[in-house]
């Protein structure tokens, strides 16, 4: 791949730090496992980065790589996500860390869910100026508008925007959120945990990320712990809801802008 050998070959460009890197780094293997992008590991000695080949799709999928670039800028000082080395809007190369993906049994271990909320509150700590609270309806809404008539059939697309309208008209601490925090994008290693792919990531529901783990009793950090408790179970209610559309719309997209790019390759 060309963009992949033009990204090598400017190794030199990579924020490495002194000595990390001593002649260009050689293409290891592609990683499997994203539906998005191609992501490779390269390595020179020891040295292991990972170079990510942008899709060209992004922005029809809700992707923005200047505010993903912003976020990951400043998580960096957090230890939450991989240290970038390079950055375009076309490519992504970034420190390689040893680890897994989260497990089913991570989810039922005290300690591990304990990491994982401290993690989400080191995320939401950080405060974040140059970007507008994300407005749910009009993020669905351009999902919705890809996918034509056929999608109203199924009875989903005012769920959804339901859903969303009632989230964006809630009164809650807008705050760095993943938006994708599936099992996939935890890694764990051994000096903690590590979040993958901030594509999605933008300034959103503090309880959303949590959500996808705890299901009820989410951390005091992540909700209004003023808030009446029947108000509470509505707000979360909603959250679910949405959360749910989004990656189901997701989806729908992926697999659309997939069979147009077969299509035209026959």
């Known amino acids: ?129 140059q970007l507008q609270r994300r407005n749910y309806v009009q993020y669905c809404q351009a999902y919705i508008d890809q996918l034509g008539s056929a999608f109203a059939i199924e009875g989903l697309q005012q769920t959804i925007l339901t859903a969303a309208a009632a989230i964006d008209a809630a009164d809650w601490p807008a705050v760095i959120c993943h938006h994708d925090l599936v099992p996939e994008n935890i890694l764990v290693t051994a000096d903690g945990l590590i979040v993958l792919d901030w594509e999605y990531a933008a300034l959103g529901h503090p309880a959303l990320d949590a959500l996808r783990f705890h299901k009820t009793n989410l951390p005091s950090s992540c909700v209004d712990i003023g808030m009446r408790p029947g108000r509470l179970n509505e707000s979360l209610r909603q959250l679910a809801i949405l959360l749910r559309g989004m990656d189901d719309l997701w989806s729908l997209v992926q697999n659309e802008l997939s069979e147009e790019a077969y299509e035209q390759s026959t």
């Open 1 to 129: 791949m060309q963009l992949l050998q033009q990204t090598l070959a400017n190794w030199r460009q990579w924020d490495t730090g002194s000595g990390e890197l001593t002649a260009q780094p050689t293409l290891v293997r592609e990683l499997i496992g994203g539906r998005t992008n191609r992501s490779f590991l390269v390595a020179q000695d020891n040295f292991k980065t990972v170079v990510r080949i942008n899709a060209l799709n992004g922005a029809s999928l809700g992707i923005d790589r200047k505010r993903e670039g912003l976020i990951l800028e400043l998580l960096q000082p957090t230890g939450a996500v991989p240290k970038v080395l390079f950055r375009t809007d076309e490519v992504l190369v970034s420190v390689f860390h040893e680890g897994r993906q989260w497990r089913e049994e991570d989810s039922r271990s005290t300690q591990q869910m304990a990491a994982l909320n401290q993690l989400l509150q080191r995320i939401q700590n950080v405060k974040i100026t």
